[in-house]
């Protein structure tokens, strides 16, 4: 027998709960609806060692520093809650 599909009112609910549960985590929220949210997470840069390193080498290392900064990876998740109030992720 199939669950009774939940109101769009319920289905928000469970995705604000789900979308906070990934803000705890670290996850931003990219976008939102009613219910679909695309959370984003970036990849954290070690600043303590690179200052270290760009002390030690006089700047050079900075360049590496540099480049890291502007191309950090980032992860990205679609949250989607289901008619039955199952959260899927993409």
């Given at each position: ?5 939940l ?9 604000s709960r789900?979308v906070a549960d ?11 609806s ?5 959370m ?6 070690g600043?303590?060692w690179?200052?270290?390193l ?5 700047g050079?290392?900075?360049?590496f520093?540099i480049?890291?900064?502007l191309n950090r ?5 679609v ?7 199952k959260v899927e992720t993409r």
């Open positions: 027998m199939t669950d009774p599909a109101t769009d009112s319920q289905r928000s609910d469970i995705l789900t990934y803000a705890r985590k670290g996850w931003a929220t990219e976008s939102i009613n219910t679909q949210a695309v984003v997470k970036t990849k954290r840069i600043w303590f690179n200052l270290i760009t002390l030690i080498t006089a050079i290392w900075l360049i520093v480049y890291r900064a990876k980032t992860k990205r998740v949250l989607f809650v289901t008619e039955q109030g």
